[in-house]
């Protein structure tokens, strides 16, 4: 079946750092592909997304590639804030119909400190 | 919009107990999703309606689980009786199909089983 693998945190960075979290998936035919962000407390917020290959998600500074070749979504920040501390899920969907659910990896925490 | 709303946000019972979480989607999505999370298992998908209607519910842990959608402005998940292994954050997420995976999700309700 469909899965979604992130590598091992948590991750800890000084601030104005860059990040890179990895992200691989495993899926048959043509995913979209997502990260979500959970802030202490809060329930899980969409951050970027890419539907096809070759396209690049952005928000907020955070950037990531669908790279289907290499079945990777990374994502990558030039320069980290304290304020970016969350729990960061990488996932993939197939679509609408009977397909519309998301597969999440396990997710990763970052923490920024000053 | 006031987004996904969930009710209540914190909940503790005693072993036994009949515990009914509640959720109000997004007005105009057809997709609603509860998810469980827990440090151990990560996210887990419980179960998912679509215009109302259960499209699966593998992962609805056993039969003290139930979940409904009498109309598309609100769902409940209710686990009796509940046991000290439920305690966990149960999240609801509704989209549109066109969104294409892009879930709102609600701020959570933290279960706590004593």
């Known amino acids: 079946g469909d899965s979604v693998t992130q590598m091992e945190g948590p991750v800890t960075l000084s601030e104005e750092a860059f990040l890179t979290i990895n992200c691989t998936y495993t899926a048959t035919g043509y995913p979209s592909l997502f990260w979500y962000v959970q802030y202490p407390g809060e329930g899980l917020q969409l951050l970027l997304k890419?539907?096809?290959?070759?396209d690049k998600g952005s928000n907020k500074g955070f950037e990531a590639t669908y790279r289907k070749e290499t079945t990777s979504f990374h994502l990558e920040k030039g320069s980290v804030q304290v304020s970016d501390s969350a729990v960061y899920f990488c996932?993939?969907?197939?679509?609408?119909?009977?397909?519309?659910?998301?597969?999440f990896g396990k997710g990763i925490t970052l923490s920024v400190r000053p | 919009d006031a987004g996904v709303i969930q009710s209540p946000r914190h909940e503790v019972t005693e072993m036994g107990q009949e515990v009914t979480l509640r959720c109000k989607p997004i007005?105009?999505?057809?997709?609603l999703f509860w998810y469980r999370q827990t440090m151990m298992r990560g996210l887990e998908l419980l179960i998912y309606f679509n215009n109302n209607v259960p499209i699966d519910d593998s992962g609805m842990p056993e039969d003290r689980f139930s979940a409904k959608m009498p109309n598309a402005s609100f769902s409940t998940l209710k686990i009796q009786p509940s046991e000290p292994r439920d305690s966990a954050v149960y999240f609801c997420?509704?989209?549109?199909?066109?969104?294409?995976?892009?879930?709102?999700f609600g701020s959570g309700t933290r279960l706590t089983v004593v």
């Open positions: 007005s105009g999505h057809d997709y």
């Open positions: 996932a993939l969907s197939k679509g609408g119909g009977a397909n519309s659910k998301l597969t």
């Open positions: 890419a539907t096809k290959a070759d």
């Open positions: 997420a509704s989209s549109f199909i066109g969104t294409a995976g892009g879930y709102t």
